[in-house]
């Protein structure tokens, strides 16, 4: 089987992730090779498509692959950057390369609000959240919600996420994210049992493990300096994950539950999550399972 790895070619995101999927994918006997998004050059003509990347100046290379496993879209500076990656990655797939995660769902899945309110829709549990553009309708929500966190719609790893109990002290934090034209996104803040979280892990419609998050202070992320503990999954847990990634249509995910005095709720799920703290607490190959899942919705 060929594999592509998409990911951006301008920077590395989450480098031994990637070492992880090529090792996996060439202990199991296939080709891997990356497919630049950045690079990409899709033709359209007489009603099909041809993929090509750029190898040097005046050097191109066809894009050849059975399956490929989304990665990353890269650092992007505006909307139709943004919206030319996502909509790169549907041509990929309507060439008949299977993409996993597809591009619809990563897109749902990444943003937190898209994906909470589908989630809630489908009666998951999730934290009380709350989003405008309005600086002074936000600061209310404060007001009324008590303790919250501010977090950027599309963020990771816990970067640039503020608690929060005081409404005038979120005004200004409102103010920096307006004149960046940044949305006003916040959830209710949970105490947290064990100051931390769960990730539990789905792969194919199954749970292949849970590892607890446990923060150095109110902060779960293992980029943070969480310790990724491993356990055992119970039943209502990973009902939840397993239902979560369904929901979202996702082949794989990582979906952060966290548990507190009103018992579990989702905290946000991950399409193209990183597994190095969840490999060295739990010990399970996340890549192998991904190379052999993709490899089994290829054959179909």
Known sequence: MRIGLIRPHEIEYNRQDLADLESAAKAMGHDISSIFIDKLGIDIKSGKIRLTQIVSRNEFEEIEADGAILRHLGIV???E???SRVWSVRAIEETGIYVMNNAVSWLMASDKLASLT???KNGLPVPRTFLSEDMYVAYKAVQDMGEVVIKPLRGAMGFGVF???DPDVAMHIFSYFT???KPLYMQEYIEKKGMGDYRVVVIGGQVAGTEFRKGKDWKSNVAQGAIPIAVKTNGEMAEIAVKAAEVLKLDYAGIDIAEGKDGYSILEANPTMSWQGFRQ????????LLIKHLAEKVRG
């Open 77 to 79: 500076k505006d909307f």
């Open 81 to 83: 950057q943004f919206s």
């Open 118 to 120: 589908l989630l809630a």
């Open 163 to 165: 608690r929060v109990n």
């Open 179 to 181: 004149n960046l034209s």
């Open 281 to 288: 607490a739990t010990k399970i190959d996340v890549a192998e």
